[in-house]
């Protein structure tokens, strides 16, 4: 339980840096009005990649590094690690799968033709409080927070660490034969 609350506690943080980037990535392109902007056509498709989810993108890559190395040397920290690439490999792909899985439900939540999409009485983008975007990013990183944490805490700071004990503990084992 100790560590899911300093789990929560790092991912409040990395909310909060996954927010600003959300925040600085919006106004650096005209507001959040302007997420919408087709960046490109997806080949084949009557599909197109907007500027929100290269926006979620962007915020899911600077906050996965930052989450990585509070709960690696906070939350899940040991004298067992194992060495910094070796565990942020297993964090990355777990982050990204929640990231994919994230993309699809931020665009569900900002697209008017979707069931789910943010009604626009009460979201819109004509102030920050009431932005469908920012509180499509909100709502997208609360729900993919729990797996996160599940397969991070099971195999990214369990498995992983076990592993590299067990090598090392080989070696030692050579070592003294």
């Keep these: ?40 056509a997806i080949p084949g ?8 989810s290269l926006v979620w993108i962007v915020g899911f890559l600077v906050a996965n590094l930052f989450n990585f190395q509070l709960n690696r040397s906070w939350t899940f920290q040991s004298a067992n690690r194992a060495p910094w690439l070796q565990e942020f490999g297993p964090f990355l792909l777990v982050g990204s799968v929640a990231a994919f899985v994230g993309l699809f439900l931020k665009v569900a939540l900002t697209n008017p033709t979707s069931p789910i999409y ?11 409080l009431h932005s469908r975007e920012y509180w499509a990013q909100l709502i997208t990183i609360v729900v993919t927070m729990p797996v996160n944490f599940l397969v991070n805490k099971l ?3 369990r498995h992983v660490r076990n592993r590299h004990l067990a090598r090392v503990e080989e070696i030692e084992r050579t070592k003294a034969a």
């Design 118 to 128: 943010l009604a626009s009485d009460w979201f819109h983008e004509d102030a920050g």
């Design 45 to 52: 498709t009557d599909f197109n990649v907007r500027f929100t």
């Design 155 to 157: 195999w990214t700071f």
């Design 1 to 40: 339980m100790r560590q899911f609350v300093k789990f929560g506690l790092v991912g409040g943080a990395g909310v909060g840096v996954n927010m600003a980037v959300a925040v600085v990535m919006n106004k650096a392109n005209g507001g959040t009005a302007n997420a919408q902007d087709v960046l490109f």
